[in-house]
């Protein structure tokens, strides 16, 4: 049989991006539907097949053979349902009344402009629907990892193609600074959001946001992925410093060392990543002035006094400790304040008993995971593990009685 061909008008949709193939099948039907509403006021005696593979549709014109005489007026006849015996005659001379008539519908009985129409209606329809499926499959996607290739570079921002042509940007100001890309190079970042501009989705990336890292995280650190280790909170200084407070449900694991990896394994793919970003990965803690101590990696803090109205830490370090707090362009304490949520003014330390001890300067006599655990409770100096009660550090560590006496005996000789 001659179906109505669309080579040129439907073919072309066989690959259309976004839309599966069911959906694709329905819109086209559902175009052709309202051509014959239009044409025939029903659609209800028409069959449509749609061949995707060939890139062709056939319609199919289901009537009754009814009697001559009734396709008069005192018959309600019915072009669309029915077909009069002497033209029924003409298609196969078996046919009887009342049987049904099975004829194709070719394309020029609707005409060249309704074709056109249809045409036009059938790209509109698919546009349409393609633009709201990219739309909603990206909407899904925010705060994901993707991996794009550079297609054009302009001076504002890059144009990203996705594995399947989708067209993707990243601005200027979501790129680190020092990212260098030519066209061809492949890249990741993180879907930062999805707008619709004149009904078209503008899919936006960022490889500065906070989310970027911590999906890079979770490709790098299995115990990350499988929820382990809980990230509790990011902040960055894109390209200079990143700071990331991780918290582990099981004392088996390490958060710190697990995302750090051995001898830096793990973590050293992600600062290749971010363009040798320094990345400090700190034990989460609810104690605040331990959280600030911490924060402020690599300065050793000697006291911390924490104003919890104003949200205000005074930090007391050593004078040679001062310029480390504050890091490389004032990133270090920024990022600290950021991360614990308090703002951070550091002071010189004259006034306090500077013979105390880090518990670090032990550690060709202590075990380094009993150092640990003292730290663990907030025992970052030697004074602050003696100014405890042996039973109360048993009580709160995991530690044997004799051997908080044994710590004990070592740091007091220490001031002795």
């Known amino acids: ?60 014109h289901n009537r009754e053979v009814v009697d001559d005489e009734f396709a008069d007026d005192s ?19 078996d046919l009887e009344l009342g049987e049904e008539v099975v004829t194709p519908v070719k394309l020029e009985h609707f005409g060249r402009r309704a074709v056109l129409a249809v045409r ?21 996607r925010v705060g994901e990892i993707m991996t794009g290739e550079v297609y054009q570079i302009w001076k504002k921002e890059l144009l990203i193609l996705d594995e399947d042509g989708n067209e993707l940007l990243l601005p200027k100001t979501e790129q680190i600074p020092s990212d260098f890309f030519k066209k061809g190079d492949t890249l990741k970042a993180v879907v930062q959001r999805v707008d619709m501009k004149n009904n078209s989705p503008i899919i936006v990336l960022s490889r500065t946001s906070p989310a970027f890292l911590e999906r890079l995280f979770e ?46 394994s793990r973590i050293h793919g992600i600062v290749r990543e971010l ?39 005074e930090v007391f370090l050593k004078p040679d400790q001062v310029s480390l707090a504050i890091g490389k362009g004032g990133h270090n304490i920024k990022l600290a304040g950021k991360l614990t949520g308090y703002e951070i003014d550091v002071y010189r330390d004259t006034d ?42 048993v009580k709160r560590t995991d530690l044997e009685e004799e051997t908080v006496t044994e710590v004990k005996a070592i740091l007091q000789s220490e001031f002795e």
């Open 1 to 60: 049989m001659e179906s109505i061909n669309l080579i040129e008008s439907f073919s072309e949709f066989k690959e259309v991006k976004n839309i599966d193939r069911a959906t694709l099948m329905s819109i086209i039907e559902d175009v052709f539907r309202s051509m014959l509403l239009k044409k025939y006021g029903s659609d209800e005696n028409f069959d449509i097949i749609v061949n995707p593979d060939r890139g062709d549709i056939e319609i199919w």
């Open 75 to 93: 018959f309600d006849y019915d072009e669309a349902k029915h077909i009069s015996l002497a033209e029924a005659k003409k298609i196969d001379t």
């Open 120 to 140: 036009q209606n059938l790209v509109s329809k698919i546009l349409e629907l393609e633009k709201d499926s990219l739309y909603k499959k990206y909407k899904e």
């Open 219 to 264: 490709l790098e650190v299995p115990e990350v992925f499988d929820g382990l280790i809980t990230i509790k909170k990011i902040v960055r200084e894109p390209g200079e410093r990143a700071k990331v407070a991780v918290e582990s449900y099981d004392d088996r694991i390490d958060p710190v060392g697990a995302c750090v990896g051995m001898k830096g």
């Open 275 to 313: 363009r040798n970003e320094n990345i400090d990965v700190i034990n989460f803690t609810s104690n605040p002035s331990l959280f600030i101590t911490r924060a402020l990696s690599p300065a050793k803090i000697t006291s911390v006094k924490i104003d919890e109205e104003t949200k205000r830490a």
């Open 352 to 393: 306090i008993d500077l013979e105390d001890v880090d518990l670090e300067e032990f550690s060709d006599e202590i075990e380094s995971w009993i150092i640990d655990e003292l730290k663990n409770i907030g025992c970052d100096t030697a004074k602050s593990v003696l100014e405890l009660s042996t039973e109360e550090l």
